[in-house]
């Protein structure tokens, strides 16, 4: 929940930064979230490809190869490590 509010401030709060610190107009402090709409297009793209890439890799190296639903824990591992832990 914590990060869904961060999300929230951080996206409505954007076109403001932009506006007020560094002078943007209206249309321009709206294209910097051209970067975060590509970037979250190219994370979901190559995210996806790179979790079904693990899962058929873990999948076909079972014997017999029958998909399991664990399986799909192990294409989650790398955003394990990349993500930062709370105490």
């Known amino acids: 929940m914590f990060r869904l509010l ?3 401030l951080l996206l ?3 076109a403001a930064l932009y506006s ?3 002078g943007f107009g209206p249309g321009l402090s ?3 979230y ?3 709409g ?3 297009i190219l994370a979901t793209l190559f995210g996806a490809r790179i979790g079904n890439g ?3 890799k873990v999948w076909s190296s079972s014997f017999p190869p029958m998909p399991i639903p664990h399986y799909q824990a192990h ?3 790398p955003k394990g490590v990349a993500e930062p832990r709370r105490k």
Request: glycine content about 12%; charged content about 0%.
């Open 75 to 77: 294409s989650s591992q």
């Open 30 to 32: 709206g294209l910097a």
């Open 54 to 56: 693990i899962y058929h």
């Open 38 to 40: 590509v970037g979250f």
């Open 34 to 36: 051209l970067g975060l």
């Open 20 to 22: 007020t610190t560094y």
């Open 12 to 14: 409505t709060h954007y």
């Open 6 to 8: 961060y999300l929230f």
